[in-house]
């Protein structure tokens, strides 16, 4: 009897699950859609979302502190000489800022790079998207960008003429940001000879 008793239980048991996970799955059939057409409709970004950096080449004193605080060791930086920030201006002065570059095959966001950095020129960006066909590829050369006027990283499908609407504004964004400093990041990638700022006043900074 008892084991009649565990049989019907069972069928029970089976009708059941199925009926409410069914249940579910038919909710969803009638509920609103939240496929988002990506790239045609813009990702929703939360305002503190930490995506691809952006980076103020003509701010960085190249002090290895953001390098340092990584702790998947994936922001290389190379320059020529010492670096400070020349308070008259804002802007780093000495020897060349010959490369920064982070590799995004290791980068987890964690923005643990942004808050050590004295002169604040390395942000967490609102990019998503990079993709890349190689591993190589997944190393941005922020020192590179910045010879084009860029402080961050764009996806291949936004160096297109034909994109949304979304996209376009994003970009322009991006540009309008970087475009008053183009000159100043051009020339932190190369010596100068400008009398650099007291210690103290790049600690400052
Ligand atoms: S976000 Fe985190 S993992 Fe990525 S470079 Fe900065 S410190 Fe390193
Ligand atoms: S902490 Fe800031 S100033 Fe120092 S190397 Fe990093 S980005 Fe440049």
């Given at each position: 009897m008892g084991s009649a008793?565990?049989?019907?239980q069972n069928i029970f048991d089976?009708?059941?699950?199925?009926?409410?996970?069914?249940?579910i799955t038919l909710k969803y059939n009638f509920a609103k859609t939240i496929t988002l057409q990506y790239p045609d409709m813009a990702p929703a970004l939360q305002p503190r979302y930490r995506g691809f950096h952006w980076f103020?080449?003509?701010k960085c004193i190249a002090c290895d502190q953001c390098a340092k605080a990584c702790p998947v060791?994936?922001?290389?930086?190379?320059?020529?000489?010492?670096?400070?920030?020349?308070?008259?201006?804002?802007?780093a002065v000495g020897g060349a800022l010959e490369r920064y570059a982070i590799d995004y095959a290791k980068c987890m966001f964690c923005a643990l790079c942004c808050?050590?950095?004295?002169?604040?020129?390395?942000h967490m960006g609102?990019?998503?998207?990079?993709?890349a066909y190689t591993r190589e590829d997944m190393c941005v050369e922020f020192t590179d960008l910045?010879?084009?006027g860029k402080q961050t990283p764009e996806p291949y499908w936004?160096?297109?003429?034909?994109?949304p609407t979304w996209a376009k504004e994003k970009k322009n964004r991006w540009e309008e940001r970087a475009k008053p400093v183009r000159d100043e990041m051009l020339k932190a990638l190369k010596p100068s000879t400008a009398t650099p700022a007291k210690k103290e006043d790049a600690a400052a900074h």
């Open positions: 008793r565990e049989y019907f089976t009708v059941r699950t199925i009926a409410t996970g069914m249940s103020e080449a003509e060791d994936c922001i290389y930086i190379e320059k020529g000489g010492p670096r400070k920030i020349d308070k008259a201006t804002g802007i808050d050590p950095c004295p002169t604040d020129c390395i609102d990019n998503h998207d990079l993709s910045a010879k084009e936004m160096q297109k003429e034909n994109m």
